[in-house]
Structure formats: C-alpha cells, structure tokens
C-alpha cells in the first residue's frame, strides 16, 4: 500500500509558478510510476504529466507540454510538479497517483485507472 499527500497549491496570478509536491509513504512492493491529474468543477478528470521510477522516461498532456515539468526523488519519496506561464484555465484540484504494478523504465497509459493510489488533493487557482 502506499499512501500519498500533496501539497503547494494555491492561489497565484496568470503568468505565475507553483511547485507541487508529492510525498509518498508506506511499504511499496514495486517500482510504481507517478503521475499528475487535476479536475475543475464540471469538468473531466484531465491527465497531466508521468514518471516512471527511474525518471527515465515521463510523459505530458498536451495541455500542459512545455509548461510543465514532472521529477522525483525517491530517496525522499518525493514527486514533484513545477508549474510555469500559469492560466486561469489551470485551476483545478491537483491529484497525484501512483501504479501498484513496476514501471522502472517505463510509462503505463495515460487514463486514471491505470492509477491504483491516490491523493486527496491540493487546490491551484490561478487568477487573471
């Protein structure tokens, strides 16, 4: 099992950065991937970013390429999401998951329920 907490939203302007982070816990049986989802009101949950264990390879939404940046620190158990060039459009509830089978090398798709474990989730608005 393992858990995960997200922090570092909140409230910033259009053009703004935020750094989310992600701090997984618990006993991992596998090597999982992480990823980045967020959900607006209304709105479908929207895949933005993964990484596999090794942080090898990484994946990105389109709507997010090149503004966003994924990375992690396994030795902190740590995932992170930096955000630039922020949009009123980008705010939503960020959530972070993760896989419980291996993805040292390698990415599984992009849907959610390739996802097994899940975070609460933090809040990004950003304001124009």
């Known amino acids: 099992q393992v858990q995960l907490v997200e922090s570092g939203g909140g409230l910033v302007q259009a053009g703004g950065s935020l750094r989310l982070s992600c701090a997984t816990s618990?006993?991992?049986?596998?090597?999982?991937?992480v990823a980045w989802f967020r959900q607006a009101p209304g709105k479908e949950r929207e895949f933005l970013a993964a990484i596999s264990w090794s942080g090898s390879q990484t994946s990105y939404g389109d709507s997010v390429k090149g503004r966003f940046t994924i990375s992690r620190d396994n030795v902190k158990r740590m995932v992170y999401l930096q955000m630039t060039s922020l949009k009123p459009e980008d705010t939503a509830t960020y959530y972070c998951a993760a896989t419980r089978g291996n993805y040292y090398s390698t990415l599984p798709g992009s849907g959610g329920n390739a996802y097994d474990y899940w975070g609460q989730g933090t809040q990004v608005t950003v304001s124009s």
């Open positions: 618990g006993r991992p049986f596998s090597q999982y991937a």
